[in-house]
């Protein structure tokens, strides 16, 4: 995979993650007995990290350093 292809899946597996982070905190904010949902959306969250990111990040592992700056700068991925 090429870098450009790569910094497009990591960023938008970012997104993705971010989306289902907000998912998964109203879920346990309005819905806490539904443990089932909440597992759910872990897991898809789990599965966008190792499936699309983290293929982009081990072809370049330079992204993934870069991605990480943006982290400890901001406080999230941008």
Known sequence: MDEDLA??????GSAASRE????HDLAREFLPENEELRYGIASALAEVGLKVMRPAF??????EA????????????T
């Open 7 to 12: 910094r497009i899946l990591a960023t938008g």
């Open 20 to 23: 289902l982070s907000r998912l």
């Open 66 to 77: 870069e991605f990480q700056r943006r982290v400890d700068k901001y406080g999230r991925t």
């Open 58 to 63: 081990d072809a370049h592992p330079g992204l």
